[in-house]
Nanobody, 115 residues
């Protein structure tokens, strides 16, 4: 059974940084693409960043140059380094894994950017 557990969220001031982690279990981690999505209150869930099994990345335009996604296959963990955070980055952030066309999600971690 696939499980994704996020950590690292919290409250940060504008311009600050946070690093999210997502620990995966129950799958051959290195074989599947991973990613991060976010959902702000009253809005649809949106893509933040993806990373393929080969390490190719893509980002939402709103986070390019500020966020970096990475993965450690040995630790079965995917990370999201978030720098220069803005109030509009406030949302629940979800880890995502795609396995043979099926989507798996973590429980989410809250990120709040506020002074």
């Amino acid at each position: 059974q696939v499980q994704l557990v996020e950590s690292g969220g919290g409250l940060v001031q504008p311009g600050g940084s946070l690093r999210l982690s997502c620990a995966a279990s129950g799958s051959i981690f290195s074989m599947y693409p991973m990613g991060w999505y976010r959902q702000a209150p009253g809005k649809q869930r949106e893509l933040v960043a993806h990373i393929t099994t080969f390490g190719t990345t893509n980002y939402a335009d709103s986070v390019k140059g500020r966020f970096t996604i990475s993965r450690d296959n040995a630790k079965k963990t995917v990370y999201l380094q978030m720098n220069s955070l803005k109030p509009e980055d406030t949302a629940v952030y979800y880890c995502w894994e795609s396995i043979r066309g099926d989507d798996y999600w973590g429980q989410g971690t809250q990120v709040t950017v506020s002074s």
